[in-house]
């Protein structure tokens, strides 16, 4: 027996060491699942003080995030978000092997509205409202949703309230479940939805986006969406060098977009966080081989891509937009702010674009 208490001493000693959402995430206990595929990932329970997180720079066009999980099964390459599991003392590449499910997210939120959320927002001059985004570091409905309907829960609670202004970014098509609650909030505040379709080619979308659902049931999600008299609009982003630039791709990306529906189409250049680059340029050299250097030289010491590239791909979607007939996202006109560089699952390289 007390061989037993000194075996596990060790970690104990190791979890007494970590601070803040690390040590949290250390002592989140399992969760069960239903699924059988060997491929499915860990999941934890995550207790968590606050669901509503405020986001202070001026480079992104929302006040809040509402992240209902913290780690993300569609594993895309690119993904920006990877540094979040750093803050646990986990490595990037586990961002898609562990998800932390966020512990009471529904009353946190409803408590957190009520003391934290502002109608009139600093950045839209006090004449508007505080705008949450949903899904900046997470897909929010990744397939942990169907079985512990997180972000069923805080949606269900911001119907309950009026005059918000909010959005939703996804590349999944399990949106459509949750069509009732999101017609609910869109009756009594400013709802807009981004479905992401970075690509129209299902192989290259596997590719990038391994676990993520198709291209075509995303687009499907646009038009169901529409149908049902919701704001939607879809984010081709990041725009992949080399990978998904290629003449036709964003256009095509576009096009179809149009015709299922989308009020308005943007897209941003691929940034690489630190975190993120470790993940993808090996990605790149053996997936991709005849990009290897170009990425080495654009990406190795720099999370951009050089500036006249970028300038050329907003003057694309520019294009782009006025060909089809895309309006701007309504909440960032709003804001009216600077453009920026990719910062999340969807908010990449010029929002203005």
Known sequence: MVHDLDAAAPPERAHARLVGIARLAASSPPVETRRNSVERPEYFLLPVKSILNRCDSKRVPFEWTINPYRGCEFACK???????????????????KKIYVKKDAAPLLAHDISRKYSYASEKAGGEKPDHIAI???????QPAEREHGVTRACLEELAKREGLSMS????????VRDIDVLKKIAARSSLQID???????????????????RPDLRLAAVKELHAAGLAVGVSASPLVPGITDGQGELEAVAAAAKEAGAQWFFSGVLFLM???AKQFLPFVR??????AKQYEQWYAKNGYAPEEYRRKASERVARIREKYGFRPRPWVEIKRIAPCSQLSLGWEAAAEL
């Open 135 to 141: 899904g900046t570091a997470t897909d929010p409905y």
């Open 286 to 291: 053996q997936k991709f081989p005849r990009l």
């Open 78 to 96: 690119y993904c920006y978000a990877r540094y979040t599991h750093e803050y646990m003392e986990l490595d990037g590449s586990e961002f898609e």
């Open 195 to 213: 479905i992401t379709v970075t690509t129209m080619r299902a192989r290259l979308a596997r590719t990038l986006e391994p676990r993520a659902p």
């Open 274 to 276: 630190p975190s993120s």
């Open 168 to 175: 939703i970014i996804t590349k999944s098509n399990q949106i």
